[in-house]
């Protein structure tokens, strides 16, 4: 497995102890920040309600972790330089990301994927940019400065205050999106215009019509919707047969091949005469419709100018080398296209081309101008359309600043995405991809995609651990481990740090217990049957439901129902006693008393010794997450989950102590009413806990 190291941008500043940060084929999108723990033991505060006073934790942040912000509104740039509005966004769009792009902070334009999406309710801040722009966001929201990340209000992490958005601060990005020409009553005009003399001047020492080979379906598509929008269209406009080596886009209401015959193309502004269909440019047989859309107005505006770049785009560009270029055979035709791009407020520089009596036009200023343009004209060939690689440089007109940064006083719907890259490019600046769970934070990551991708590796947790194992002050209690993050995810495979934190709590006389959903454990069974011969062990695995779709949708990249139920048969068929956690029941979705009758049915099969019915604990920010995918998934439930989580993070008492009720005789018909084998270290016993909510399990 090869490893790649990263550049200090995606180090954690302020973290104690990092060795390296790096990224791993295996593990896509997710970073490894390997650390020298100086403690292994956590102590519980003695203020929580868990039945145990000591944990273990070899990792920060979890793989295994469930699944905040925009308004909905902001425009988040796609891969192919168009624009959506985030809330419309969908997982498995590609939009417009970035990544490191060597030393001094640079980067350059990548494709990514959304990987998740999801909505909240935050409270709103502006944020002004010098150029216009307002983006409407949450305080915890993160811009790409000329110094790094910042958030958009003040606060504090473990590593200090944490930077955060002034007035005048410098962002990073291509700009904000011009609106869309295709609503132009000339666009369509224009773009006729643009493809069909292009693709006539390149083709005239063939004499071939049009169109050529050189034109992509992309553009053809475009063409046929077109000529069939055009006035005395009949039923067989612009039908383009879908195989022959000549594409042909048939002449409205004629059922006959529009042909442009190669000839001299005229500028703009030209004398109307010549846009006679007679006229030695254009074929004998050209409906007067078609002519006329493919003739020079007299005086061309923004609307016929932008469908014009777009036609010549589309026939004749090219990106190369990192910029956007346009072969444009005939000096008339690419004096033609560069006063279009004139009035569009676009530059370009001649350069030498190799293709006989073409000028080769580069746009300046770099991918920012790119993509303007191409939200300025919106082509249709996707090729034109790639900015993947390019530098993320200063717009021509400067980056924006920070105007100001004002606090709305409401709370609003936001919507937020999980990337491949962990950022977007939403209202012209880079955008870090923002969540609210109240984990994670304490190192300035935020807790949603940095918690699920930003783990932090305790490489020495097994001789740490060891030396305070052998203190003299350590009195052995008992020590649980899952209980935060889980130890057997799947960056365990990678790092194998279990094996010697088993074999140095069974040699020191420490007895311990293990919950996990990884199936990575199955490996470590022989050294834990054989620390069991020393102490005492508890093994647990959670099992929520055994609803594959549902599971998906609430614990992504976590190993499957199936899959857990035959851990619990390996951990029985060794030796060892293994309980269930039912956990998290989600009230009026799994927690019927069929649905619980059959999983407890299939527990029990397995081989379980015992099993615990936890209802679902919404810690904070992690409600947030849930209750926009509930609002997603089964909205009619809003209300009720409102009213039942009044109070906080735990379900209404009523509704737990129903729930003990309905479940006790299923524990007993089943087997499985023994008590879940939990250290508690309170008082040095062990026993079920005796506060109802104790009975309840985090999401996380």
């Given at each position: 497995?090869?490893?790649?190291?990263?550049?200090?941008?995606?180090?954690?500043?302020?973290?104690?102890?990092?060795?390296?940060?790096?990224?791993?084929?295996?593990?896509?999108?997710?970073?490894?920040?390997?650390?020298?723990?100086?403690?292994?033991?956590?102590?519980?505060?003695?203020?929580?309600?868990?039945?145990?006073?000591?944990?273990?934790?070899?990792?920060?942040?979890?793989?295994?972790?469930?699944?905040?912000?925009?308004?909905?509104?902001?425009p988040?740039?796609?891969?192919?330089?168009?624009?959506?509005?985030?809330?419309?966004?969908?997982?498995?769009?590609?939009?417009?990301g970035t990544e490191p792009d060597g030393p001094g902070g640079r980067?350059?334009?990548?494709?990514?994927t959304v990987l998740a999406h999801w909505s909240t309710r935050r409270r709103a801040h502006r944020v002004a940019l010098t150029d216009g722009t307002a983006v409407v966001t949450s305080e915890e929201h993160r811009f790409l400065a000329d110094d790094g990340w910042r958030h958009v209000t003040p606060g504090w992490c473990r590593s200090g205050r944490r930077p955060h958005l002034r007035a005048g601060t410098v962002l990073r990005g291509p700009g904000p999106v011009p609106p869309s020409p295709r609503g132009s009553v000339d666009y369509g005009s224009g773009y006729l215009c643009g493809l069909v003399r292009a693709d006539a001047a390149r083709t005239r020492a063939t004499a071939e019509p049009f169109p050529s080979e050189w034109v992509e379906l992309e553009a053809l598509a475009r063409a046929h919707h077109l000529l069939a929008g055009l006035p005395e269209a009949g039923a067989d406009t612009?039908?383009?047969?879908?195989?022959?080596?000549?594409?042909?886009?048939?002449?409205?209401?004629?059922?006959?091949?529009?042909?442009?015959?190669?000839?001299?193309?005229?500028?703009?502004?030209?004398?109307?005469?010549?846009?006679?269909?007679?006229?030695?440019?254009?074929?004998?047989?050209?409906?007067?419709?078609?002519?006329?859309?493919?003739?020079?107005?007299?005086?061309?505006?923004?609307?016929?100018?932008?469908?014009?770049?777009?036609?010549?785009?589309d026939a004749c560009g090219e990106v190369a080398e990192g910029g956007l270029r346009l072969v444009v055979a005939g000096e008339e035709m690419a004096?033609?296209?560069?006063?279009?791009?004139?009035?569009?407020?676009?530059?370009?520089?001649?350069?030498?081309?190799?293709?006989?009596?073409?000028?080769?036009?580069?746009?300046?200023?770099?991918?920012?101008?790119?993509?303007?343009l191409i939200a300025a004209v919106d082509p249709a060939v996707g090729r034109v359309r790639d900015v993947r690689g390019a530098p993320v440089g200063e717009p021509p007109g400067g980056s924006p600043r920070v105007e100001s940064v004002r606090d709305l006083g409401v709370e609003i719907p936001m919507f937020d995405i999980t990337t491949g890259t962990g950022d977007f490019v939403a209202a012209g600046v880079i955008s870090h991809n923002c969540f609210a769970r109240n984990t994670h934070t304490y190192l300035d990551l935020d807790a949603g995609t940095d918690f699920d991708s930003q783990i932090v590796v305790k490489v020495n947790v097994a001789r740490v651990l060891e030396r305070e194992l052998s203190a003299p002050r350590w009195r052995r209690e008992p020590v649980a481990m899952g209980t935060n993050t889980d130890p057997y995810q799947r960056a365990e495979g990678r790092y194998r740090l279990m094996p010697g934190v088993i074999r140095a709590l069974g040699r020191s006389g420490t007895p311990?217990?293990?919950?996990?959903?990884?199936?990575?454990?199955?490996?470590?069974?022989?050294?834990?049957?054989?620390?069991?011969?020393?102490?005492?062990?508890?093994?647990?695995?959670?099992?929520a439901l055994v609803d594959r779709a549902l599971q998906a949708h609430l614990e992504p990249g976590t190993p499957t129902p199936s899959a857990r139920l035959d851990l619990v048969r390996r951990i029985a068929d060794a030796g060892l006693?293994?309980?269930?956690?039912?956990?998290?029941?989600?009230?009026?979705?799994?927690?019927?008393?069929?649905?619980?009758?059959?999983?407890?049915?299939?527990?029990?099969?397995?081989?379980?010794?015992?099993?615990?019915v936890m209802a679902l604990h919404l810690r904070p920010g992690t409600k947030e997450w849930f209750m926009g995918w509930l609002a997603r998934q089964y909205a009619a439930l809003v209300p009720r989950y409102e009213r039942l989580y009044r109070r906080g993070a735990y379900v209404d008492a009523d509704y737990r102590k129903a729930l003990a009720r309905r479940v006790a005789p299923l524990l007993t018909r089943h087997g499985l009413d023994r008590p879940f084998p939990t250290p508690r270290t309170r008082g040095g016993s062990t026993q079920a806990p005796s506060d109802p909510r104790e009975g309840q399990l985090s999401l996380l």
């Open positions: 497995m090869r490893d790649e190291g990263i550049g200090d941008d995606a180090a954690l500043p302020g973290l104690q102890g990092l060795l390296r940060s790096v990224r791993t084929p295996e593990f896509a999108g997710t970073v490894f920040h390997e650390v020298e723990a100086r403690s292994a033991l956590n102590r519980v505060p003695g203020t929580s309600q868990v039945p145990f006073s000591w944990t273990v934790n070899p990792y920060r942040g979890c793989t295994h972790a469930c699944v905040y912000c925009l308004s909905g509104d902001t988040v740039r796609l891969a192919d330089g168009g624009s959506r509005q985030i809330a419309e966004l969908r997982v498995g769009d590609e939009v417009l980067r350059r334009y990548v494709r990514t612009a039908a383009v047969p879908r195989t022959g080596r000549h594409r042909e886009v048939v002449g409205a209401g004629t059922g006959r091949a529009v042909a442009v015959r190669p000839g001299a193309a005229e500028p703009a502004g030209a004398d109307p005469a010549h846009t006679d269909p007679s006229r030695s440019d254009l074929h004998p047989a050209l409906p007067a419709p078609v002519a006329r859309s493919v003739a020079w107005p007299p005086e061309p505006g923004p609307g016929w100018s932008a469908g014009f770049v777009a036609g010549v785009l004096r033609a296209t560069v006063e279009a791009l004139g009035r569009l407020g676009f530059r370009v520089a001649a350069e030498p081309s190799t293709v006989r009596d073409a000028v080769r036009l580069r746009l300046l200023g770099g991918a920012a101008e790119h993509l303007r311990f217990s293990l919950l996990s959903k990884g199936t990575v454990l199955a490996r470590d069974l022989p050294d834990i049957a054989a620390a069991a011969t020393d102490v005492p062990v508890g093994m647990g695995v959670s099992i006693a293994c309980g269930v956690m039912v956990a998290p029941v989600l009230p009026l979705l799994t927690d019927s008393d069929e649905a619980l009758d059959a999983l407890l049915a299939e527990i029990a099969a397995a081989g379980a010794s015992g099993a615990s």
